[in-house]
């Protein structure tokens, strides 16, 4: 397909399902997750010579299944559900409908996958994953950990270093964790790209420990304020 085909199918894609998104800023991954996991997503497969249709469709559905009153729990078969209708409605999807799958249903990193897994598929995931990087990654976390009442950090260890990180316990043992993503990344691209989010994560985690020692870091609420104000610059910045 030309590009401008594959762009147009995309934009129907994102038209069915953005009201999906939408709700889901209330824990982090709304619309601008999706758009930037679909903008890296095609950045990667040009890169490594993915067919750009199912890494985009794919980008654009991928949590989609997520919902305000569950978050997570069951989102990949509720996004394969979506992709299911849509492959129905649009031919250009229907010839892909297997590879669309695959990308959807393997693109979170933890996720363990049948090998060889497509590079389609491997683009999707790298670009998910780079999302949960870096300060987009801890906005996320820090945004499901509000959404679902869970405390910010251990009042002695608030950085995770001396325990093994309580994933349903703290907020801020969850952005530890984070740090074990990079080493999942499988394209060169990601790989590469990734070393800019580690040091945004490194960056903030530092900020993080010093206003908990002055006392200035009381909740989700300063702890959020901290990743807006670097994401801001970095913005300002370019």
């Known amino acids: ?33 999706a758009l930037r996991v679909y903008s890296m997503g095609l950045q990667l497969a040009a890169a490594e010579g993915a067919d750009p249709l199912v890494v985009g469709a794919a980008c654009y559905i991928h949590d989609a299944g997520m919902r305000p009153d569950v978050g997570r729990e069951g989102h990949i078969e509720r996004s394969l559900q979506m992709a299911s209708a849509l492959c129905e409605e649009m031919p250009e999807l229907a010839s892909v409908r297997d590879l669309l799958f695959t990308a959807i249903r393997y693109h979170e990193a933890e996720i363990a996958f049948p090998a060889p897994l497509p590079m389609e598929a491997a683009c999707v995931r790298d670009s998910d994953t780079l999302d949960r990087l870096g300060f ?57 790209n990734s070393s800019a989010k580690q040091k945004q994560h490194e960056f903030y985690c530092s900020e993080f420990l010093s206003s908990f020692r002055q006392g ?17 610059e970095k913005s300002r910045l370019g």
């Open 1 to 33: 397909m030309l590009a401008a085909e594959v762009e147009a199918v995309h934009q129907r894609v994102w038209q069915a399902v953005c009201h999906h998104w939408e709700p889901n800023k209330i824990h982090g991954h709304g619309p601008d997750h």
């Open 136 to 192: 987009t990654g801890i906005r996320m976390t820090l945004q499901y950990g509000v959404w679902i009442g869970r405390p910010l950090c251990h009042p002695t260890d608030p950085l995770c270093r001396e325990r093994t990180p309580d994933l349903s316990g703290f907020t801020m043992d969850y952005v530890r964790y984070l740090e074990s993503l990079p080493q999942r990344l499988m394209t060169t691209l990601a790989r590469s």
């Open 216 to 232: 200035r870091m009381r909740d989700h609420e300063d702890a959020l304020q901290l990743v807006a104000g670097h994401m801001q």
